[in-house]
């Protein structure tokens, strides 16, 4: 894992985007797109805004979206909506996750459908360039928390008396097939969950993102201020 730390979260943010930039420069030489799934809540939007300083509308990608709350893509708590006004690419290049009049798991399926088909030409599992993920102070990330046990698919939908919105999410299968995983992350709480995962403490065995990393340690950068 590469491990970059910063001082200050618009420091972080403003490599994050250079990086991202250079990542999808080099991709999109080689093949048609430049294929990313995207983190989302005001990591992202901060993310997008620091993006957009580099021009991203002049290099050709796809984005779409490692989880999603199950709300219209119009709802300030949706991650595509956030995409949407934030991110200066063509919006025909965006594919949110919702859909109107498909219920959550009909939505988790249709997505999953979609990629196999956009990245994969209908192979079982679709191979992202790169995924971005945001983590939460208990270490969670994507929608994958803590005591949530989801089947071994790829993309799922799930209700939780403790977790705020039904949930879509890419599944721990799924984001490890990416051929590169940049997490970002800031605050207090966050370095303490990163210092966790690298003392390989007894606590840091329950944060969802340390089995990522885990499992990718080789292809996952994390950006921490």
Avoid: W
């Amino acid at each position: 894992m590469i491990l970059k730390l910063f001082n200050t979260p618009s420091e972080m943010f403003l490599e994050c985007a250079k990086d991202f930039i250079a990542d999808a420069k080099y991709v999109a030489n080689h093949k048609k797109n430049y294929d990313v799934a995207m983190l989302g809540g005001t990591t992202a939007k901060d993310f997008f805004i620091n993006i957009n300083k580099f021009d991203p509308q002049d290099i050709p990608m796809r984005i779409f979206f490692s989880d999603e709350r199950f709300v219209p893509i119009d709802d300030e708590n949706s991650n595509a909506n956030t995409a949407l006004k934030f991110l200066n690419i063509d919006k025909n290049n965006i594919f949110p996750i919702y859909q109107q009049n498909l219920d959550a798991a009909q939505c988790a399926l249709a997505y999953e459908n979609l990629l196999k088909t956009a990245l994969n030409n209908h192979q079982e599992l679709p191979v992202f360039d790169s995924i971005y993920l945001g983590m939460g102070n208990d270490g969670h990330t994507a929608s994958l928390f803590s005591g949530c046990e989801l089947k071994d698919g790829l993309i799922e939908s799930f209700s939780s008396a403790n977790i705020n919105f039904t949930r879509i999410t890419f599944c721990p299968r799924l984001i490890k097939a990416a051929k590169r995983i940049v997490i970002i992350a800031h605050g207090e709480e966050k370095r303490k969950v990163v210092a966790d995962i690298i003392a390989d403490n007894f606590a840091s065995n329950s944060y969802p993102v340390k089995k990522i990393i885990n499992d990718s340690f080789d292809k996952t950068t994390f950006f921490l201020a």
